[in-house]
């Protein structure tokens, strides 16, 4: 059974940068795609981004991410990264790391494993 584990998250001002990492374990990632999805207080989950298992293709799921985030992937470490730049406090939220086989989709309700998330906190 695939599990996943997210680090990396912490409390930054408004303007700084972050890099979530979810590491997982029990397959290898190369068999799924990887998405972070976020989830503010009060509020479902938000997808954030996705990337192909195959040719390393990156969708943003929430435009107002804009280029400020950026997701990679190591198949070679077990390790997915989320990049976040020019942080807003509107980017707090527990983000959460989730695979499923296949291709990216919007809809939380399409993967099948999910990490335990990590609290990002952006505030002066």
């Known amino acids: 059974q695939v599990q996943l584990v997210e680090s990396g998250g912490g409390l930054v001002q408004p303007g700084g940068s972050l890099r979530l990492s979810c590491l997982v374990s029990?397959?290898?990632?190369?068999?799924?795609?990887i998405a972070w999805f976020r989830q503010a207080p009060g509020k479902e989950h938000d997808g954030v981004s996705c990337?192909?298992?195959?040719?390393?293709?990156?969708?943003h799921i929430t435009a107002s991410v804009g280029d400020r985030f950026t997701i990679s992937r190591d198949n070679a470490l077990n390790t997915d990264y989320l990049q976040l730049t020019s942080l807003e406090s509107e980017d707090t939220a527990i983000y959460y790391c989730?695979?499923?086989?296949?291709?990216?989709?919007?809809?939380?309700?399409?993967?099948?494993?999910w990490g335990q998330g990590t609290q990002v906190t952006v505030s002066s």
């Open positions: 989730a695979v499923r086989p296949g291709r990216c989709y919007l809809s939380s309700s399409s993967y099948d494993a």
């Open positions: 029990g397959d290898t990632l190369r068999n799924y795609v």
């Open positions: 990337i192909s298992s195959t040719d390393g293709s990156t969708y």
